[in-house]
C-alpha cells in the first residue's frame, strides 16, 4: 500500500516558498483524516484481532502509514523550532482551543499517549511495557520543563542586569523544543513496536481519532457553549 507524501515541513525553500505552521498542520490534519485513517480502518475491519502480520500486509501497512505521519509532524515542529524558538514552545495560532489544555512545550503531553494505550484494555505484556514508558516519561518530563525554567530564569536575571543574550537564548529554547519533541518520537515508536500487528493498528486509529477530534467544528461548537455557559454559574 504506497503511502501518501506528507506535506512538506515549513521552514524549507527559498524564503518566498516557507509555509507557515499553520498551514502545514491543516495540511496535515487533512491527511491524517483522509485518506490515512479511513484506510487504517478498513484494514482493521478486515483483519482479524489475532494478526500480528509482516510490515507489508494491509494492516501493518496502513499503520505504518499514520505513525509516520506523527512522526513527520514531530519533525516539521523541529524545523519550526529552528525558524522561530519561542513559538516552538508555546501554544502556535494553529491550535484550537480545546487542545490547549494538552499541550506541555509546543504539542500534546507525552502522557496523554500512554493513557489513551490503557484505555484500551491492553494485554498484561503491553501493559507492563506501557509502564516502563510511562516511567521514562516521569524522569523526562520534570527534567526538560525545569532546563525550560532555568533558561527563562537565566534570561530574566541578565535582562534585569542589561546583559541578557537574546541569541543564546533562543537557541536554548530550540533546544528543549527538540528534547520535548525527541521524547515524544520516542514514546509513540516504543509503544507501537510493544503493541505490533492488530494492537498498534488500534492504538493508532485511537490517537487519530482524538487529534482529530480536537478539532472537529461540531466538538467545538459543544466546547464553546459550555464555555459560555459553564456549569454551576
Avoid at 120 to 128: E, F
Wanted: glycine residues 6%; aromatic residues 6%.
Amino acid at each position: 500500500m504506497p503511502r501518501p507524501p506528507p506535506p512538506p515541513p515549513p521552514g524549507r525553500g527559498a524564503p518566498g516558498a516557507r509555509r507557515p505552521m499553520r498551514e502545514f498542520f491543516a495540511a496535515w490534519l487533512s491527511t491524517l483524516r483522509s485518506p490515512l485513517l479511513p484506510l487504517l480502518r478498513r484494514a482493521l475491519s478486515s483483519s482479524s484481532s489475532s494478526s500480528s502480520g509482516g510490515w507489508d500486509d494491509p494492516l501493518s501497512s496502513a499503520a505504518a502509514a499514520v505513525e509516520a505521519h506523527f512522526q513527520a509532524h514531530w519533525s516539521a515542529l523541529d524545523a519550526a523550532a529552528r525558524q522561530d524558538p519561542a513559538q516552538a514552545v508555546s501554544a502556535g495560532d494553529w491550535r484550537s482551543p480545546l487542545e490547549l489544555p494538552f499541550l506541555w512545550i509546543g504539542d500534546l503531553h507525552p502522557s496523554l499517549v500512554t493513557s489513551l494505550l490503557r484505555s484500551l484494555s491492553p494485554s498484561p505484556r503491553l501493559l507492563a511495557a506501557t509502564d516502563r514508558v510511562d516511567r521514562r516519561i516521569r524522569a523526562a518530563v520534570p527534567s526538560i520543563s525545569d532546563r525550560l525554567r532555568r533558561v527563562q530564569e537565566a534570561f530574566i536575571s541578565a535582562e534585569v542586569s542589561g546583559a541578557a543574550d537574546v541569541e543564546a537564548f533562543l537557541e536554548e529554547l530550540k533546544d528543549v523544543a527538540l528534547d520535548a519533541n525527541r521524547l515524544r518520537r520516542g514514546v509513540l515508536s516504543e509503544l507501537v513496536a510493544a503493541a505490533g500487528g492488530y494492537q498498534a493498528a488500534l492504538f493508532l486509529e485511537a490517537l487519530s481519532r482524538f487529534v482529530l477530534s480536537m478539532h472537529d467544528p461540531e466538538v467545538l461548537r459543544r466546547f464553546d457553549q459550555c464555555r459560555a455557559s459553564p456549569a454551576g454559574r
